[in-house]
């Protein structure tokens, strides 16, 4: 079993939805959670990272983490042609110095 | 372009031959790392560094050969790639040893095809 599953996709949904993603993991012992988008051609980029469980919003983007449950989730209001793209959810261990990566979400944004 | 820089961009190479990709980061981060992206697998970790001294090696083939002169730069020497080897090598770059969270930034990655 992987430690980190996420949504495999691919994702198309017209412009102005809402868009989920999420993964789940298996180790309770992460404690840093973050985000990535891929544009086609280019590396990883961060987009948001937290440490807790509960909401964290920047601007059209939140990230919610539930740990009880082991489930993050990135939710992405108004969504724009530009948000397409490979999103990664990643996670690391305390004290590990070391990400473990989903497999990454292809979304779409239809114009 | 990003705070990290990868050159070459592409890079087709023989089985036989020895190439080496580069990665340059002036972020004053201390930690830098090699992935490895192939289609529809997560990204696989090779190598970290931290403050010029690895601190992992996640099991990679001796025909992957890594080297760290300085906190600034990081090189991947290949000699004898095999055409599995074919994919996305990334560099990365984190602030401290990367163990806070703050997440990395990546280069855009070299493009490897081995024929």
């Known amino acids: 079993q992987k430690e980190v599953e996420q949504d495999p996709g691919p994702l198309s949904v017209p412009e102005g939805a809402i868009v989920s993603l999420n993964c789940t993991y298996s180790n309770s012992a992460f404690q840093y959670f973050m985000w990535y988008r891929q544009y086609s051609r280019k590396g990883p980029e961060l987009l948001m990272y937290?440490?807790?469980?509960g909401n964290k919003e920047d601007g059209r983007f939140t990230a919610q983490v539930d740990k009880s449950s082991k489930y993050i989730s990135l939710f992405i209001r108004d969504s724009q042609p530009s948000d397409s793209a490979t999103y990664l959810c990643?996670?690391?261990?305390?004290?590990?110095?070391?990400?473990?990566f989903g497999d990454g979400t292809t979304l779409t944004v239809k114009p | 372009e990003t705070g990290v820089t990868q050159t070459p961009r592409h890079l087709v190479m023989g089985m036989t031959n020895k190439k080496s990709l580069k990665c340059e980061q002036h972020?004053?981060?201390?930690?830098m790392y090699w992935y490895k992206q192939s289609a529809k697998k997560p990204l696989e970790l090779m190598f970290v560094?931290?403050?010029?001294?690895?601190?992992e090696n996640n099991s990679v083939p001796s025909r992957f050969s890594p080297e760290c002169p300085n906190s600034s730069h990081l090189f991947l020497h290949l000699h004898t790639l095999q055409p599995e080897d074919s994919a996305l090598y990334l560099c990365?770059?984190?602030?401290?040893?990367?163990?806070?969270?703050?997440?990395?930034?990546f280069g855009s990655g070299t493009r490897l095809t081995v024929v």
């Open positions: 990643a996670m690391i261990l305390t004290n590990a110095g070391k990400s473990t």
């Open positions: 972020l004053g981060h201390n930690a």
């Open positions: 560094y931290n403050f010029k001294e690895q601190t």
């Open positions: 937290t440490y807790s469980s």
């Open positions: 990365a770059s984190s602030l401290g040893d990367g163990k806070e969270g703050h997440g990395y930034t």
